[in-house]
């Protein structure tokens, strides 16, 4: 009977509760609602430190460290590219690298 009792009790409760947030957006303001209501998130979009155009002719991307590309030529040379900076001398290239 106790246990009955406190299970509608906290139904109760949590129903009432689930009332109240549903409600709160058409109540009126108030210095307490103004205070509680969550204020809208805005995305904030930051800009890119360096942006850089690698040429295609350089070749393939292989991959990405230390502010360097690694790129692969069609004929197997492999590039170094140096992309820390702006243009007109960046990107500029550290290493190129010829297999025999």
Do not use: C
Not at 35 to 45: F, L
């Amino acid at each position: 009977m106790i246990a009955d009792r406190y299970m509608k009790t906290v139904l109760t409760m949590i129903a009432v509760t689930l009332l109240v947030i549903a409600v709160r957006p058409w109540l009126p303001e108030t210095p307490w609602t103004s205070m509680a209501r969550p204020q809208p998130a805005y995305a904030q979009v930051t800009t890119p430190k360096y942006e850089v155009t690698v040429p295609k002719a350089w070749g393939k991307f292989i991959g990405f460290s230390n502010n360097n590309l690694l790129l692969e030529a069609p004929d197997g040379t492999l590039r170094v590219v140096d992309i820390e900076g702006r243009a007109p001398e960046f990107p500029k290239i550290k290493a190129l690298i010829h297999w025999q």
